[in-house]
């Protein structure tokens, strides 16, 4: 089987969920080739997979966008004309910044119309696919789950080293937020709420690119004198590690979500979760167990923060005990995937 993936690995410095996935299907028989039009129409194919589609139109590239949208609509009939089957997994729903709603709505217009299948990885996030696409109620869906990370980043330092690292003694709660701060992650009512819970001996870290009013946001609602630690900017992945290490307990107070890698980063260096009982969160904590996901419903507050230390304090999982991600295996989820490509 021929692969063109849409991306296969021009992000995997960023994010390497892709290059996780492709190696799993490499590694049973398929082959695997980053996505370009001369490919698509020059070569042979079996299958195109197209990943963040929508986006890849809206945002990441110079140019117009409508230009873009006519090439994209393009190369999806030569595919049709070709008999390349078209699959499509759905991370999103929809963009999470959306100030071009007729241009979206163009560009899912012409996906929808043009793909053999989609894959979801939960549950939960097809039916929200059904429910916000109507029209893919006559497309067959799959559900994949989201890999783990275990493996994918640097892990060598310890819980002592990971705290010396970044200044925080033995003893004191750690919670983290890591990843890019964007509006819809709910960072700024993160902090505020840790401030308002008053804990003693603990600390927030928040770590990662914000845009110039996020950070104002975010460096107003930790006080001076605060438990808050703001480190803007990209986290290396050499560095992901000693956040992670050095955390109790990871926070990821979404205020909308669908899925959720860094839920499954954290849980991949065996670290607790405090998330929103929204998208495919509960489900992620019936695969794992209620010992890893703690939810809650509606919108954070000073009172789910401390109900949520004194969780992860009385848990029964001891500090070593690895997170049980075996349904989110790489190699469980390569061979469905080329079974749902098949």
Same mark, same amino acid.
């Given at each position: 089987m021929k692969?063109?993936a ?9 994010n390497?969920t ?9 590694k049973?028989?398929?082959q ?47 595919a049709?004309l070709?008999k390349?089957r ?7 729903l929809?963009?999470h910044e ?22 979801c990885?939960?549950?939960v996030?097809?039916?929200e ?24 980043? !640097? ?6 080293e990971?705290? %010396?690292? $970044?200044?925080v &003694?033995? #003893?004191?709660?750690?919670? =983290? ?7 819809y992650?709910?960072v ?6 840790f ?9 927030l870290f ?10 104002r ?11 808050i630690r703001l480190?803007?900017?990209f ?17 990821? !107070? ?8 860094? %839920?499954? $980063?954290?849980? &991949?260096? #065996?670290?607790?979760?405090l =998330? ?35 969780w992860?304090?009385?848990?029964e999982a001891?500090?070593?005990t ?13 061979r469905?995937?080329i079974?749902?490509?098949?």
């Amino acid at each position: 089987m021929k692969i063109l993936a849409s991306p296969y690995r021009a992000f995997s410095e960023v994010n390497p969920t892709q290059a996780l996935l492709y190696d799993s299907i490499e590694k049973h028989g398929a082959q695997v080739s980053e996505f370009s039009m001369r490919k698509l129409f020059w070569e042979s194919w079996d299958v195109w997979h197209l990943h963040w589609p929508v986006e890849s139109i809206l945002v990441r590239r110079k140019g117009s966008r409508f230009l873009r949208l006519f090439e994209f609509w393009i190369g999806l009939k030569v595919a049709r004309l070709k008999k390349i089957r078209i699959f499509w997994t759905a991370h999103n729903l929809r963009p999470h910044e959306r100030d071009q709603l007729l241009l979206e709505r163009m560009i899912w217009r012409a996906l929808l119309a043009n793909i053999d299948g989609i894959i979801c990885m939960s549950d939960v996030s097809k039916r929200e696919l059904l429910k916000e696409h109507p029209e893919c109620s006559s497309i067959l869906v799959h559900t994949i789950p989201h890999g783990h990370y275990r493996g994918a980043y !640097p892990d060598e330092m310890s819980r002592d080293e990971a705290r %010396a690292a $970044l200044g925080v &003694s033995a #003893d004191e709660f750690v919670g =983290v937020f890591i990843g890019q701060i964007r509006p819809y992650k709910g960072v700024v009512q993160l902090v505020r709420c840790f401030v308002e819970a008053q804990v003693t001996n603990s600390k927030l870290f928040v770590a990662g690119v914000a845009n110039d009013s996020l950070r104002r946001e975010l460096e107003s609602a930790a006080v001076p004198g605060s438990n808050i630690r703001l480190h803007f900017g990209f986290v290396d992945r050499n560095d992901i590690q000693k956040y992670l290490r050095a955390a109790d307990l990871v926070i990821l !107070p979404y205020i909308e979500i669908l899925n959720s890698g860094s %839920a499954i $980063l954290a849980l &991949s260096f #065996d670290r607790p979760i405090l =998330v929103p009982a929204r998208g495919a969160l509960s489900e992620l904590r019936y695969v794992v167990g209620p010992d890893w996901v703690s939810l809650y419903e509606d919108q954070l507050n000073p009172e789910i923060v401390r109900a949520a230390i004194q969780w992860t304090k009385a848990r029964e999982a001891q500090p070593d005990t690895p997170a049980p991600l075996d349904a989110l295996s790489w190699d469980r989820i390569g061979r469905l995937t080329i079974q749902a490509f098949s």
